[in-house]
């Protein structure tokens, strides 16, 4: 299906058929203009930035690459290709059709999902909005930007959903997305990690790798929802989305690269030497794990859930990559799952939040035996790990009950005097924006990174991926 870009609002969706619905979208455009030009990322609005485009929903080409101004970044409303024949693949109404409308006694919980996706994606555009002041290459800031205009898109996406299906309550909530603003203390984002600041770029990193991660594996249970546009709309995005966890990935990669050399050429790896040279000590970009990681488990939510029993029963919200699963059902067993009264058994149905954190822990640690073998090689004596998924928690079983990085109950007096080991401190952050000097020529990279492997759509490492204006 092609993206009509002659339209005001480009879309798949054959908008122009729905004059209602197209002007009710025309009118929430200069809405989202208004709120990118005051929240969006700061100071960019004249520079040409090489963007990619969606131009088409096939796996193949869908993207094409230019010099864009990111206010005339062309943001639509695209949906995956239908799959024809599809049937609901979970819950009650297993092998049932799917729906293309919202059935009415399930327009309460599906508006609630929605607006929470729709809420983390210009949340995490407010949090990011000053990092282009500190990047440390053209190349970061094209990917930073490149997230920006992509997540932006992504509240398009369910702006849409919200007005093609929630009829006044939808356009209010539409509204209601541009009013929250991450870490506002009147009316803040929906969800706890939205509301924290990224003021520097490895916090930057370390988001994209475990926050957008969590994007990932919620955008995937969507994907399997019975109903369809939403379904649609979701797995569109997770095309988008690998990119982003790219950015995560790399840009974490090539930190600790560079505190490699740092070590070898110093042969020391005593943090204060390391962190003399201008390059992040590995204790450090432990500690920044420990807080994002710790943080995005939380976005699953509660271990044993009465939403999520409630969504996987009626069909709204799958598990990532459902056809894997043996039973699609899941009325009749349990799960034991680790509580601070020992092994509780809960209902599969309602233990499903916890289904999805255990394959997101999996998927994150990916990345991490990767870096571990880059230290290897180096024979330092170090190992990045992921703490304990009962460490530093605010939601759930473990939520507010103090632990140690490998998940040992500690008394709070305890975890305050360890704290600053274990999570990153107001020095901590003081050395890492020391880092955050801009570096904005072409080709040249700051010194607390290697450059990445390679640029962007086969351009050289020295290509002006953004025109500063
Ligand atoms: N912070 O029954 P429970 C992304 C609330 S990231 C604050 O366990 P449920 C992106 C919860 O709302 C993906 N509150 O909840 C990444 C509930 O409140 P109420 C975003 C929290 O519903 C990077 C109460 O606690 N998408 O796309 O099973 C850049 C009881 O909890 C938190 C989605 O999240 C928290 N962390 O699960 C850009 C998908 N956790 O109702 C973008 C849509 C829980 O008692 N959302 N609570 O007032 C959902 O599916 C569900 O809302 C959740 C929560 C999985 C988040
Ligand atoms: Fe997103
Ligand atoms: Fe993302």
């Known amino acids: ?5 002659s339209e005001r609002i480009p879309n798949n969706v054959n908008l122009s058929s729905d004059r209602a619905l197209q002007r009710a979208l025309e009118h929430w455009q200069p809405r989202f203009l208004d709120w990118w030009s005051d929240m969006g990322p700061d100071g960019s609005s004249a520079s040409d930035t090489y963007l990619r485009t969606a131009v088409g929903v096939n796996a193949r080409d869908w993207a094409s690459y230019g010099y864009v101004k990111m206010p005339d970044y062309r943001w639509g409303i695209f949906l995956a290709d239908p799959i024809e024949n ?18 009415g006694e399930l327009r309460t919980q599906f508006r609630r999902i929605i607006v929470t996706q729709g809420d983390t994606e210009p949340a995490s555009v407010e949090q990011q909005r000053l990092l282009g002041l500190t ?3 053209l190349y970061d800031l094209r990917n930073l930007f490149q997230v920006n205009v992509e997540e932006g898109r992504h509240l398009w996406a369910m702006v849409y959903l919200l007005h093609a299906h929630f009829g006044r309550d939808g356009r209010e909530e539409a509204e209601e997305l541009l009013e929250r603003h991450s870490g506002d203390l009147d009316n803040p984002r929906i969800l706890g990690t939205f509301n924290q600041p990224i003021s520097d770029w490895l916090s930057f990193f370390m988001f994209t790798y475990f ?3 969590d994007g990932k594996f919620q955008l995937k249970s969507l994907a399997e929802s019975a109903f369809d546009p ?7 995005m997770l095309t988008e989305e690998a990119h982003h966890m790219f950015v995560g990935d790399t840009g974490l990669s090539r930190v600790i690269k560079r505190t490699l050399q740092v070590m070898k050429q110093m042969g020391t790896d005593d943090p204060a030497s390391i962190r003399a040279q201008g390059a992040v000590d590995l204790q450090t970009f432990q500690r920044y794990l420990n807080f994002w990681y710790s943080s995005s488990l939380d976005l699953f939510g509660a271990e044993e859930s009465s939403n999520a029993a409630f969504s996987f029963a009626n069909g709204i919200k799958g598990r990532p990559d459902e056809a894997t699963y043996g039973d699609h059902v899941a009325s009749d067993s349990i799960l034991k799952i680790d509580s601070q009264d020992g092994l509780k058994e809960v209902a599969t149905r309602n233990a499903m939040n916890e289904v999805m954190r255990t394959s997101y ?8 035996k990767r870096w571990n073998r880059l230290i290897a090689r180096e024979k330092v004596d170090f190992e990045i790990s992921l703490p304990s998924s009962k460490f530093n928690r605010n939601i759930g079983f473990w939520g507010g009950i103090t632990t140690d990085p490998t998940g040992n109950e500690v008394a709070i ?11 990153p401190s107001e020095s901590d952050n003081k050395f890492i924006s020391s880092l955050m000097q801009r570096v904005v020529t072409p080709g040249k990279i700051a010194a607390w990174l290697a450059p990445p492997e390679r640029g962007i759509d086969n351009k050289g490492l020295d290509y002006e991926y953004v025109r500063l204006r």
């Open 230 to 236: 939403l379904s649609r709309t979701c797995r569109f």
């Open 135 to 137: 990047c440390p290459s």
């Open 413 to 423: 007096n305890e975890f305050d005097k360890r704290r600053s080991d274990w999570l």
């Open 211 to 213: 926050t957008d991660r």
């Open 86 to 103: 599809r049937t609901i693949g979970f819950g009650d109404n297993y092998g049932d059709p799917v729906w293309q409308k919202v059935p």
């Open 1 to 5: 299906m092609s993206i009509n870009y």
């Open 361 to 368: 822990t999996q998927d994150c640690a990916i990345g991490l």
